[in-house]
């Protein structure tokens, strides 16, 4: 399973962006896919995730207000979209997927397969 994502770049605080994660290669093997975000200086945290085939997404509860993620199956994508955008939010955004279905926030040490990261900044 290869997932990359792309779509970050450089916002203003209140703006908006929308990331791609696509997903190659053995899909079947894959329950849940997720959002993480790491910012300089931080560890690791989960932003949201959805499961592969069926369900909703879960949220970290500081971003559920502002952030969704969605999934077109039919193209391998999983989508997080961001609104409001914050300072805070400035980090290095990348998908992963986990063999297991889960309920609830996919965590952080879930990540069998994680793809490339890609950059979102936040200017103030």
């Known amino acids: 399973v290869q997932l990359q994502a792309s779509g970050g770049g450089l916002v203003q605080a209140g703006g908006s962006l929308r990331l791609s994660c696509a997903v190659s290669g053995g899909t079947f093997r894959i329950g849940t896919v997720g959002w993480f975000r790491q910012a300089p200086g931080k560890e690791r945290e989960p932003v949201a995730s959805?499961?592969?085939?069926?369900?909703?997404?879960s949220y970290v509860d500081s971003m559920k207000d502002r952030f969704t993620i969605s999934r077109d199956n039919a193209k391998r994508l999983v989508y997080l979209q961001m609104h409001s955008l914050k300072p805070e939010d400035t980090a290095l955004y990348y998908c992963a997927a986990s063999p297991r279905r889960r309920v609830g926030v996919m965590p952080s040490s879930d990540d069998d397969y994680r793809g490339q990261g890609t950059q979102v900044t936040v200017s103030s």
């Open positions: 959805i499961p592969w085939s069926g369900g909703i997404g």
